[in-house]
């Protein structure tokens, strides 16, 4: 009862990285809070899938186990998190802001008339003071996300209502295994008990799943480059220069929208979140949204002929030059010393 709860997406047998990430960030909440972490799988032949999840610190995990769960649609999805809600009444349920996510989320939300932020980047537990009503309410979920077109970030509460509910990308929490043998309860619930059989009316025929042409989320060095490159060919220096550092290519939203490199570039509030061991911004200004996706890059080196932009003040370091002047010369000084 009261627990921290975290829907687990999975695709086919295996638990999600962004699912994992929220475990990693569930146990902390749940300990801060002084309650217990649980988590739902729901899918079909997920035998064993304990084993992904228990390492991150789960104290209990639900199982349903059913032929029509997988791949995921919409209603029997719904109808297993709406009961077991209404059951065990959880104060927090976080789940990754994923196409499963952003469907299942609202829907169940509906259901149990609670709130739900999207795409938070930071979850937090605070008070809050409602000065009209003259009360205080403490260990309430923070969800905090950038707000009016990423012009101010926003802490989001929900004083009254429960679960108190939050979608996060992938990428903007750590994932990080508390203890490889860490024992927690199995519970394998009985999904007819859960799911009308007219939830199935859906039937998935035939599924084609693409996998990513490049691996963003997973580079140790990312090049970024916003509406400073200039054009499509500007961008050509910045693959020319990941070749010579083995690293891949991102762009910001601005550069994304001019046409300049394809939209699953995108780095920011509303592409992919990145943490590489180090990040080169080329011509990136920095607004709030583009940031919320790179912040957590273990070095940060901001290319910009304006020593103003937003981005220098959270770069490690500042080249201050315009990016047709330095680029080429570090393609030209990493070719001569990669022989």
């Keep these: 009862m009261n627990n921290v709860y975290v829907y687990l997406e999975i695709e ?136 009016f077109g990423g012009n101010i970030v926003a802490t989001i509460v929900n004083p009254e209502n429960r679960p108190q509910m939050a979608t996060v990308r992938e990428g903007v929490m750590k994932k990080e295994i508390l203890d490889p043998n860490y024992k927690g309860e199995v519970i394998k619930h009985d999904v007819a008990k859960y799911v009308p059989e007219t939830d199935y009316v859906v039937k998935v025929i035939d599924r084609h799943v693409e996998k990513a042409k490049h691996n963003l989320k997973g580079a140790p060095i990312v090049i970024a480059g916003g509406y400073g490159m200039g054009s499509k060919e500007g961008f050509d220096m910045l693959f020319d220069l990941a070749k010579e550092l083995h690293a891949e290519v991102g762009a910001s939203r601005a550069a994304v929208d001019a046409g300049f490199c394809d939209h699953d570039r995108q780095i920011g509030q509303t592409g992919v979140t990145v943490r590489p061991k180090l990040y080169i911004a080329c011509g990136i200004s920095g607004q709030i949204q583009h940031i919320a996706g790179m912040q957590e890059a273990g070095i940060i080196i901001s290319i910009n002929n304006d020593p103003n932009a937003p981005i220098n003040t959270i770069a490690d370091y500042v080249i201050n030059g315009t990016v047709e002047e330095v680029v080429p010369k570090l393609i030209k000084y990493y070719k001569s010393n990669s022989k």
């Design 12 to 147: 086919g047998k295996t638990v999600a990285d962004v699912s994992l990430e929220l475990l990693t960030k569930g146990r902390k909440l749940a300990n801060q809070l002084g309650c217990q972490l649980e988590a739902v799988a729901v899918g079909n032949g997920l035998d064993g899938i304990e084993k992904q999840v228990m390492p991150y610190g789960v104290d209990t995990l639900h199982v349903f186990d059913a032929p029509g769960l997988f791949p995921y649609t919409s209603l029997p999805h719904t109808s297993v998190l709406v009961n077991l809600f209404k059951e065990e009444k959880p104060q927090i349920c976080l789940m990754g802001a994923t196409v499963i996510g952003r469907d299942l989320g609202p829907r169940v939300s509906s259901a149990l008339f609670s709130g739900l932020t999207a795409d938070c980047t930071s979850l937090e537990i605070g008070e809050y003071e409602d000065k009209k009503a003259g009360k205080v309410y403490e260990n309430l979920l923070y969800q905090i996300r950038p707000a």
